[in-house]
């Protein structure tokens, strides 16, 4: 029922001085992605499990060291810090090593493709709004922590999901925002508060 609540509104104000409704979201195709993403990382989680125990043998002063990884702008894999304190050389030979990994990097890669597709499918709305793409990516969300909730059993894991990650990290992107901000929208909301048709 509150769809349709909603759904004559945005058709009624379509009719006001052609004011610009967003687009609701496909919740269906969401799910959808959200699962694939889901499944795509637990995936991944199990290859980050491996390259972890393979790091003890090639290089063990780097395996005592707490970090996860995300994607930089280009494609490659980028360490980012845990508990450990972690020096410039020994992120420099931590990134050489992570991206020798092509199953890592192009695990990492597809991941993001779903992460972009499920903020782009909220549509006018939530996630839709944000700017969230390969320049912020590494600035949103850590595959590391990310994998940690699959793996972890401690309190709180659910901080480290990913799309938990997203929610708490992403900004709107002000030229979608003002979008919605125009002048003859703004006049629109003032005509709905006062005749609006009551549902």
Do not use: C
Request: proline share 4%; net charge neutral; aromatic share 12%.
């Amino acid at each position: 029922m509150k769809f349709y609540h909603h759904h004559l509104t945005y058709s009624y104000l379509a009719e006001v001085k052609n004011y610009k409704a967003p687009v609701l979201p496909d919740f269906e195709k969401i799910n959808e992605i959200q699962q694939a993403a889901d499944m795509g990382l637990q995936s991944l989680g199990n290859v980050w499990k491996d390259f972890k125990q393979t790091l003890k043998t090639a290089a063990p002063d780097l395996a005592s060291l707490d970090f996860g990884f995300t994607l930089n702008s280009d494609g490659s894999l980028l360490v980012t810090p845990g508990k450990s304190v972690i020096s410039t050389a020994q992120k420099q030979r931590l990134n050489e090593i992570l991206n020798q990994s092509e199953k890592l990097r192009i695990g990492t890669q597809e991941f993001s493709k779903n992460a972009f597709a499920y903020a782009k499918a909220h549509n006018d709305f939530s996630l839709g709004l944000a700017k969230f793409d390969e320049n912020n990516f590494k600035e949103i969300i850590d595959i590391g922590e990310a994998i940690e909730f699959y793996t972890s059993s401690r309190e709180n894991k659910h901080q480290h999901s990913w799309f938990m990650q997203l929610n708490l990290n992403v900004k709107t992107d002000p030229t979608r925002q003002k979008e919605f901000n125009t002048p003859t929208n703004v006049e629109n909301l003032k005509i709905l508060r006062n005749d609006a048709p009551k549902f």
